[in-house]
C-alpha cells in the first residue's frame, strides 16, 4: 500500500482549508454541522477542482506537457480553474466548452479571459464530439512542438479523485484536533469524482463515516462513484470493499443541471445571511440545500457533527441569478 504524498503533486492551493462548526445553522437546526471551506483554497474564487489538479497537472509536468485541455459547459468552474491552475504554472490552456444557447460574456467566462485561457465554444451536447475536437487540435499543436494533456470534463479520473481522499485526511486530522467525531460528509457531486475521493478517503481515513453525495445532474453516480473510488484505490494499492451504508446518492437536481432552483435559494440566503458564506445556484446551492431537507426528514437519525464540504462555484453567482 502506497502513501498518497508518495504520488507527483504539485502545490497549487493553500491548504489546508478552513474546517469549522457553522455556530448559528447547527443551533438553529439542532445538529452540529461542520464546514470544510474548499472555497477558500487560495486559488481564483476557490473551488474543489484544485485539488484534483493538483494530482493531474503533476502527472502532465512530468510527462513535460505545456499546453492543457479541457472542457466543461460555458460556466464551467472546472474550466476556470483549469485556467487559473495553468496560468500559475506557465502552461498554456485551451477551453472547448459547450454553448449550449450561452450569449452572455459573464461570470466565469470572464475569468477564463483573465486568465489567458484560449477559448472556443462548440455548437454540440456530445463530449465526444469534444473530445475529438480536442485531440484533433492537440495533434496540430504536437507537430509544432507542443506537448498536450487532456484533462475530461470535471477532471474526474481516477487519479484526480485523489484530491478528495487526501482532503478526507486534511480535515480527519482538524476534527482530532477540534475534538470532533465526525458522523457524516456531504458534498455536491457533478461528475463524480469528488465524492469517489470523499468515499475512498472516508474508508481510510474515517472508518464507519458514510459519505452522501447530493446530484445535481442525471447521470448514473450510484455506479460511476464506486467505480471511480475503486480505479483511485487502484493507485494507490488500496483495498477497496463496498459496505452496507458506505454510501449513497441523494438527488436534489430540481428543473435540470445548471438550471438554478427558486426552492434552493432560501437556503443560499440562509447560509449567507447566517454565516456570510456564498453558495452558487449549480452546485454548492443544491447540495447545501439537498442536505438541509434530509436532515428536516430525520435523514441523519442521531448522527452528529455532519460534514458539509464546500466545493466553490462563486463565479456562477455573476452570470445567473437567484430564482424565486
Ligand atoms: C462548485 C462545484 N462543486 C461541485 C462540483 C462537483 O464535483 P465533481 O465534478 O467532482 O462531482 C463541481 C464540478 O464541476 C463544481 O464546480
Known amino acids: 500500500m502506497k502513501n ?3 504520488l507527483p503533486r504539485v502545490q497549487l492551493g493553500v491548504f489546508p482549508t478552513p474546517f469549522y462548526r457553522l455556530e448559528r445553522i447547527s443551533e438553529t437546526y439542532g445538529k452540529n454541522i461542520w464546514i470544510k471551506r474548499d472555497d477558500m483554497c487560495g486559488v481564483a474564487l476557490g473551488g474543489n477542482k484544485v485539488r484534483k489538479l493538483e494530482f493531474l497537472l503533476a502527472e502532465a509536468l512530468e510527462q513535460g506537457c ?59 451536447d456530445s463530449y465526444d464530439d469534444i473530445y475529438a475536437e480536442m485531440h484533433r487540435m492537440g495533434e496540430a499543436l504536437e507537430r509544432d512542438g507542443r506537448k498536450c494533456c487532456y484533462i475530461p470534463v470535471g ?43 470523499l468515499l475512498l478517503g472516508a474508508k481510510r481515513f474515517l472508518p464507519g463515516v458514510k459519505v452522501t453525495g447530493i446530484a445535481v445532474d442525471t447521470d448514473p ?3 460511476i462513484v464506486p467505480r471511480l473510488a475503486e480505479e483511485a484505490a487502484g493507485l494507490l494499492e488500496w483495498p477497496f470493499r463496498r459496505e452496507k451504508n458506505d454510501f449513497e446518492m441523494v438527488s436534489h437536481v430540481g428543473p435540470g443541471y445548471a438550471v438554478p432552483n427558486p426552492e434552493d435559494t432560501p437556503y443560499i440566503e440562509e447560509l449567507a445571511r447566517r454565516e456570510g458564506i456564498l453558495l452558487d445556484p449549480v452546485y454548492t446551492g443544491k447540495a447545501f440545500a439537498g442536505m438541509m431537507e434530509l436532515l428536516r426528514q430525520g435523514y441523519f437519525g442521531d448522527e452528529d457533527n455532519l460534514v458539509f464540504v464546500h466545493t466553490g462555484g462563486a463565479g456562477a453567482l455573476f452570470a445567473m441569478d437567484l430564482p424565486r
Do not use: P, W
Open 155 to 197: 477532471g474526474s479520473t481516477a487519479l484526480g479523485s485523489l484530491g478528495y481522499a487526501a482532503a478526507v485526511r486534511e480535515f480527519a486530522v482538524q476534527a482530532l484536533a477540534a475534538g470532533v467525531r465526525i458522523g457524516h460528509i456531504v458534498s455536491a457531486t457533478g461528475s463524480g469524482g469528488t465524492t469517489a475521493g
Open 4 to 6: 498518497i504524498q508518495e
Open 221 to 223: 453516480f450510484d455506479e
Open 66 to 124: 505545456d499546453t492543457v485541455f479541457t472542457t466543461g459547459g460555458a460556466q464551467s468552474n472546472h474550466a476556470m480553474l483549469t485556467a487559473a491552475c495553468a496560468a500559475r504554472l506557465g502552461m498554456r490552456c485551451i477551453l472547448l466548452l459547450k454553448r449550449r444557447g450561452v450569449t452572455d460574456h459573464r461570470g466565469n467566462l470572464v475569468l477564463d479571459d483573465i486568465f489567458g485561457a484560449e477559448v472556443r465554444m462548440l455548437d454540440t
